[in-house]
Every structure is written in structure tokens, then in C-alpha cells.
């Protein structure tokens, strides 16, 4: 989930303020974590406190999202979320990026890809019950999955392809992409972003050189080259040294069981 993570905090200090272009210092002061990160990091704790049969998953999704969101407030979290965190955890038909920035750890305990579906319909289920979140959500776990499990980018983009056809490139969007923060007008792009890549970082570059919902994007783009590609110590280093201690603790445990696939 690193990669997520890294996105992430590199996106955050773009999201208002776009920087369309490749060249500019990955980690710097003005970086933090958002609610990409929170979320991320509470689906983690989710699983690690699951039954193994994960039959009370979608019950810990709601609770560790919410015990984890209440106690990060101000992380950018989107108005109808911010309410589901303070007045109940019940879905509200959502079909924001924020059923596939968040998934991603589902790839690293599932034991097949049928059980990596599942577990991100049990964790998104939650809050964005649209069909258009949980196709989000279902695309990206599996794009990480196949990303861990040796496919190729032609295999993987033979798969999304069936749900996000992408008939642009990187370059021509650049001028004309605006602010979406639905998975409807984020998935493509992200999805683009990674399959034009040539390693972790450069497909983080990419991202951010997009614009639009940039930490969001980055977020889902990382998650996937992170699986494809591995993801350089350093950066997993420095992303840890944003976190508060008690994020780290449970990016530590899970990392501890489910490790991440680091260079």
C-alpha cells in the first residue's frame, strides 16, 4: 500500500494548485497526508482485525474508516464522507475516486483474484454503493493484483479495458484535463498514467504532471506501479516520516504480514 500512501503525500501540495509538467521535488516541506492516506491505512486495519474468513470485514471497514477519519480530521475529506464519518457509517450512493484511492491493500491478502473482488466490493460497500464506485474500487484491486502476480501491462490493460476503455494519451489530455474527483473521470487517466510509465516514480511524476484531483490520482496510479514495479526504500522511508505515529504503527503491522513489494 506504499504506493497509495506515496502518491498520496507527493499529490497533496498540487491538488488546488496544479503543476502540469514532470520536473519538480517529490517530497517537499508543504507535503502531508490527506484522506487518500487515512482511508488507505484504516482498509489495512480493517483486514488485520478480520475474521479469516473476512466475514466481518465490511463491518471493520466501516468502523476502522471511521475511527481513523474522526481522528484525522481536516484531511480533506469530501462533504457527504465527512458527514457518513460523524453521523453513521451508511452508504450514501457515492461514486467518488474514494472507492480506488483506498483499496489497495485488499491485492496483498487476497489468495486469488476472485477473493481480491470481493474483498473491495466488503470494504467499498461501506459508503460508494454506486455501481460506479464499486467498479472503480473492483478495477483498481485487481489491476493490483494482477500487477503482483506477474501479468503484464498488456494483460493488465487487457482487463481494465473491458470497464475503462482509454483512447488518449497522457500528453493530449494535459491542456484540457480539469478537477474530477468521480471514478468515472479519474480511473482512465490514472489507469493511463501507470500504463505509460517506466518505473514507480516516473508513473507518480506522470500522475502529477496530469493535474486535476492530483493526490487522488497519484494515489491510484502508485497503487498499481507500486505492484508492477516496486517502490525504492528511500521513498517508502520518507512517506513514513509524514505519518503520525499512530499511522505508522499500522502501516508497520501490516507491512509486518502483508509486505509491500519494495526495492
Excluded at 489497495?104 to 473482488?117: K, N, Q
Aim: glycine share 6%; aromatic share 12%; with cysteine.
Amino acid at each position: 500500500m506504499f504506493g497509495a500512501i506515496i502518491g498520496d503525500i507527493v499529490g497533496s501540495r498540487f491538488e488546488f494548485r496544479n503543476h502540469r509538467d514532470k520536473e519538480f521535488e517529490l517530497f517537499a516541506k508543504d507535503c502531508t497526508y490527506t484522506d487518500d492516506s487515512v482511508m488507505t491505512i484504516a482498509v489495512a486495519e480493517a483486514l488485520l482485525y478480520s475474521k479469516p474468513n473476512y466475514s466481518d470485514l465490511s463491518l471493520n471497514a466501516s468502523k476502522y474508516m471511521a475511527i481513523e477519519g474522526n481522528s484525522h480530521p481536516e484531511r480533506g475529506y469530501g462533504l457527504n464522507f465527512s458527514e457518513w464519518l460523524i453521523n453513521g457509517q451508511q452508504p450514501y450512493n457515492s461514486f467518488g475516486n474514494g472507492a480506488a484511492m483506498r483499496v489497495s491493500p485488499v491485492a496483498y491478502v487476497a489468495d486469488s483474484f476472485e477473493e481480491t473482488l470481493y474483498l473491495a466490493d466488503e470494504v467499498t460497500r461501506v459508503s460508494h454503493n454506486h455501481v460506479e464506485g464499486m467498479k472503480g474500487a473492483e478495477v483498481t484491486a485487481a489491476a493490483v493484483y494482477l500487477a503482483l502476480h506477474g501479468k503484464t501491462k498488456e494483460e493488465i490493460h487487457a482487463y481494465t479495458d473491458q470497464f475503462y476503455p482509454i483512447n488518449f494519451t497522457i500528453d493530449e489530455i494535459r491542456p484540457v484535463y480539469g478537477f474530477d474527483e468521480t471514478c468515472q473521470g479519474c480511473m482512465a487517466q490514472a489507469l493511463e498514467c501507470f500504463y505509460e510509465s517506466k518505473d514507480f516514480e516516473d508513473a507518480i511524476r506522470i500522475a502529477i504532471s496530469l493535474g486535476g484531483d492530483s493526490d487522488t490520482i497519484a494515489a491510484m496510479t502508485g497503487s498499481i506501479a507500486e505492484a508492477y514495479y516496486g517502490v525504492p526504500n528511500k521513498m517508502c522511508f520518507m512517506a513514513v516520516s509524514y505519518l503520525d505515529s499512530e499511522l505508522s504503527r499500522i502501516v508497520n503491522r501490516f507491512e509486518e504480514k502483508y509486505p509491500s513489494k519494495v526495492l
